[in-house]
């Protein structure tokens, strides 16, 4: 299937049509490239509205984000003026959906409310109350794919249940059919009336959203389907930096290596599938290391679909019985980067001052908290969601389970990351922890990763004391992977009896 271009946008509406308009509800499908909803609320030449609902329970709620509010903001403002360009206008609003979608559809009299699918436990919900509040007056929910590559019901294990295994999901779902790309529309055309009565209710204007961000501003990713496009052809061109390298660079963390497109995927700026099927067509390489990260996306945002209770209980159920720690002090620690292990420390000042963290980084952070200092996995799920602009549900959720052994096709409970081999592993250099952790800027490659083995000498030469300038570290690892291993194990026994 060849990918379209930004230079062809096909025309799909007619200025002549009588129909009554659509309103396009958006959520996380903020572009107008390959947008399944936006094609059929522009089918027959319907004049569209495009909505966009401010939802409290979102901005304020379990997984509320000053980044990624802030990413939402830029996003709104791009896809506004793309609109206009067009001959549309985006509709924000701020309220609940379940009164706002059903008035904007009476008000404008449309028959149709278009949306792509949600997948996670509270999007099902929200969106079951609005479609029962659009029946009772005739109206219709219709929802379209967008947000995944491939459905959850299209990917089945033999006797038609969901799979719990990544790579037997990743064989079915390469096999399943792929729909078309949908190109940009040349126009978007806005319905030509304003609507009356309450039309009071439903202002034009954009309600102020100005969040602070938790980041530095000018280290978080320039937000809109605009600058998703230009970071998707930058990952594309040939070269060692982009794609071409990516199964070599990967997992270095003080390298350019990775895609940057988790909040592009995330908040919809661009399609998954484009990017798939732009990847498998790139000239240069067989992404086959890269692919397989989406089929991951995918397979724990269905995860999450068939299993919803995942979004508060571990997927193993023998992990109810792990006896976790309470430990304030360490648990802020380690989110202040302050642990007294210098890939650790890198890591989570990386994700306070850029909304954003490597993904092998996360890996090493995750595997310390949950199995090092045997701190329940959800608290780190939280913080996760506090500060990452791409912070996604099922993904971070996902990412969490496996890393602390309680998920599907988790990491083995007896497997605990070395965060110093870890270290001189991935960053051997030494680049990464020095640009993060400038106290240990001046510390040789050889001991950058043990700054703790440094004699008092070597740290006064290295203009750095452990313990004042920076922390000892704050657990041995070898102590908190035997207590780790031991209540796993006493888990499993009981779990036996």
Known sequence: MPAFTDDAPVDLTSSTST???????????????????????????????????????????????????????????????ALEARGGRLLVLRGRPADLVPAVARAFGAEEVHVSRDYAPYGRRRDRAVAQTLAATGRRLVEHPGVLIREPEAIRTRTGGRYAVFT???????????????????????????????????QPATPELAPIPTAQ???LPAPGEAAARQ????????????????????????????????????????????????????????????????????????????EPHLARDPFDPRAAGLAWRSVPDEIAAWRAGQTGYPIVDAAMRQLLATGWMHNRARMIVASFLAKDLFVDWRIGEAHFMAHLVDGDPAANNGGWQWSASTGADAQPWFR?????????????????????????????????????TLSPAEQATCGCRIGHDYPAPIVDHADGRARALAAWSAVRASSRD
Do not use: K, M
């Open 19 to 81: 129909r009554a308009p659509s309103i396009l509800w958006l959520r996380r499908d903020l572009r107008l490239h390959d947008h399944p909803a936006l094609t059929a609320a522009l089918a027959g030449g319907r004049s569209v509205v495009p909505l966009y609902v401010l939802d409290e329970a979102l901005l304020a709620g379990r997984w509320a984000s000053p980044n990624r509010a802030w990413f939402l903001a830029g996003c709104l403002r791009d896809l506004g003026a």
């Open 168 to 202: 037997p999901f990743r064989r079915t779902w390469e096999a399943a059919t792929i729909r078309d790309l949908a190109p940009a529309p040349a126009h978007v055309p806005f319905p030509s009336t304003w609507p009356e009565g309450e039309a009071w209710a439903l």
């Open 217 to 219: 501003p000018s280290l």
């Open 231 to 306: 970071r998707l052809a930058r990952w594309l061109d040939p070269g060692p930096t982009g794609l071409d390298g990516y199964a070599g660079r990967r997992n270095l963390v003080g390298e350019d290596g990775t895609s940057r497109l988790s909040a592009d995927l995330r908040w919809g700026t661009l399609s998954p599938l484009e990017v798939l099927v732009r990847a498998v067509t790139h000239a240069e390489v067989q992404p086959a290391v890269f692919t397989s990260e989406l089929a991951w996306r995918d397979f724990y945002a269905h995860l999450l679909w068939w």
């Open 416 to 452: 605990v990351f070395n965060p110093t081999l870890q270290g001189e592993r991935f960053d051997p250099d030494g680049a990464y922890v020095r640009r993060w952790v400038p106290e240990l800027a001046r510390v040789p490659v050889g001991r950058i990763h043990r700054p703790w």
